[in-house]
Every structure is written in structure tokens, then in C-alpha cells.
């Protein structure tokens, strides 16, 4: 009984030892894995992200004219893996936690975002133009030679690496 009073009066002078959240602030541990963005603007379709899903939480959708990317943070379980596979850095978790919702808002918490296609250079196919950020992986510096490769569809693009191979063998 007296080692109760004793802790009792200790905590009661000690006050609380949890965080007052949501009545009042509390932190963002590092590198906690939260609200997923998507930059379309660095996304080259892979799809390789919607490929390593574990909740099966992105989809995307083609049409003529563009690549439409949707993630459900209700189906998200915050493994990362998307992160990891894109090299473009073209979807990244963020350390913002702020989800919680209600069951009828769970089509509200999405990220969307569109990817443009355009016609290919050499063939005229519809396609997505290979994005700065993976130019920037792949080639330190640009010229007009390497801004006109990211607009060949890949077909394209594979035809003019044989003729050039072919030139060299000459
Ligand atoms: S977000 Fe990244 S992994 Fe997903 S399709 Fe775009 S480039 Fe590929
Ligand atoms: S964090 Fe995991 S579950 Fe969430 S979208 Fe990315 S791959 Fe899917």
C-alpha cells in the first residue's frame, strides 16, 4: 500500500509521460513512412511500382492520350518498396502521418497524378517521353542528340543503337 502512495505522489509531481497528441503536439519520428507523393512529372510508366505493391494500393490507367496513376492510402500498408524501385524518385513516402479518416472518406484519401504521352519521334506511337530525372541518371550531360533519344519510343530508340553499333563495325 505504501509503495503505491509513493509511486502515486512520484507520478503525480512527474506529471504525464505520454504526449498530450491530439490535444496537444507531439513529434514525427526520422524517417517514419507516411502520405505517399507522386511527381508525374519524373515518372517514366514503368509501372514497376504498381508491379511490387504489396497492398495492391496503386493502379494505373492508359488511354490515347495519357498514363493515369492512383494510389489508395486506405489499401496502402507503408512497406516503401514503391519508393525503393523507382529510380526516377518519382514517388516518395513522406513523413506526413495525417491519414486517419473516416470509413466513408476512404475514396478521398487517394494521390493521383497524370502522366502525359506524346507521339514518338520516329514512328509517331504513342508514348511517354523518358523524364529528366532518369536523363540526368543515365547521361551526365544533355545535347540535342540526347534530348531527341528521349523522345524515341523504345523501338525507336533500339534501331538507331543497331545502326550506330553497324556504323562503328564499318
Ligand atoms: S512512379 Fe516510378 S516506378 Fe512507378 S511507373 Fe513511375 S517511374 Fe515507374
Ligand atoms: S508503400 Fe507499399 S503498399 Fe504503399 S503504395 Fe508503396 S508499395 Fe504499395
Redesign the pocket.
Known amino acids: 500500500m505504501f509503495s503505491f502512495l509513493k509511486i502515486l505522489v512520484r507520478n503525480l509531481i512527474q506529471g504525464p509521460s505520454t504526449d498530450p497528441f491530439p490535444f496537444g503536439e507531439t513529434f514525427t519520428p526520422e524517417g517514419l513512412?507516411g502520405r505517399?507523393r507522386f511527381d508525374a512529372s519524373a515518372c517514366v510508366g514503368c509501372r514497376m511500382?504498381e508491379h511490387?505493391?504489396?497492398?495492391?494500393?496503386?493502379r494505373f490507367e492508359q488511354s490515347e492520350s495519357e498514363l493515369r496513376f492512383t494510389?489508395?492510402?486506405n489499401?496502402?500498408?507503408?512497406?516503401?518498396?514503391?519508393?525503393?524501385?523507382c529510380k526516377t524518385k518519382a514517388?516518395v513516402?513522406t513523413e506526413d502521418w495525417h491519414l486517419s479518416h473516416r470509413q466513408e472518406e476512404k475514396y478521398a484519401m487517394v494521390e493521383q497524378g497524370t502522366v502525359p504521352l506524346a507521339p514518338c519521334l520516329g514512328c509517331g506511337i504513342s508514348m511517354i517521353p523518358v523524364a529528366d530525372e532518369l536523363m540526368r541518371v543515365a547521361y551526365r550531360e544533355t545535347n540535342q542528340d540526347i534530348d531527341r533519344l528521349r523522345r524515341l519510343c523504345p523501338d525507336c530508340r533500339r534501331k538507331l543503337g543497331i545502326k550506330g553499333v553497324q556504323r562503328c563495325k564499318m
Open positions: 513512412r505517399v511500382c511490387v505493391c504489396a497492398g495492391g494500393a496503386i494510389l489508395w492510402h489499401s496502402c500498408t507503408f512497406c516503401g518498396l514503391c519508393q525503393h524501385y514517388i513516402l
